[in-house]
C-alpha cells in the first residue's frame, strides 16, 4: 500500500501570554499562520487541514488564497488535545486513505519545507510508528504518526498534547534533530527575539 501523509496545522489557542493573537504575528512579510501554511504547501503531504478556535473570525483571512481545508474547534478552550482530536478526525473524513499525519503548530517560525519532507522521508526509511523533532530538551512537534496511532490522537482531550503518546512508546520514536524548534512565540519577550 502506498503511504499518504496527511497535515494538520494547530492554530486554536488563544495566545493569552503573549497579549495577541499568535496567528496573525508577522514574521518575514507574512502572519506565522500564512507561513506555516506556505511552508506546508511546498511539502509532498496533502491534504493540509487547519485547526482554528480563538478569534477565527479575524484569523480565517489568513487562510485565503491557500489549499488548506479550515476547521473550527468549538472545544478550543479545553486545550490542545481536542484540537488534535478534531484536526485528525476532520482529516480522516476528508481523505480515508492517509496512513501517516504530520502535526504542526504555526508559532514555530523556523520550520521549512526541507524541514517536513525530510522528516517524512525519516519516517517511511525508518519504520516507526512516532517521528518527531529535538530541540533543547525536548522532542516534539513537528511531529508525525503512523496510523496505528490515529485512535489515540482522536481520544485526547484537555491539555493533553502529543507528547503523551511519545512518552507512552518511546522504543517507537525516531527523531529528527531541528535546534530552532526551541524558538516559539509565547510570550513578547519571544516577540523581541524575533527581530519582528
Known sequence: MMRRTGIVILAAGASQRLGTPKQQVRFEQQSLLKRIIH??????ARPIVVVLGAFADNILPETTNSEAIVIINPHWETGMGSSIQAGVQH???IANNVSDVLILLCDQPFITAALLEELITTHLRENKGITA?????????????HQKYFPLLQ??????GAKKIIYQHPDDVTTLPFPEGSIDIDTPEDLKKLHI
Do not use: K, R, V
Open 39 to 44: 511552508t506546508a504547501q511546498q511539502t509532498s
Open 133 to 145: 523533532c529535538t530541540y533543547g530538551n525536548t522532542t516534539g512537534t513537528p511531529i508525525i504518526f
Open 91 to 93: 482529516l480522516l473524513h
Open 155 to 160: 481520544t485526547l482531550s484537555g491539555q493533553e
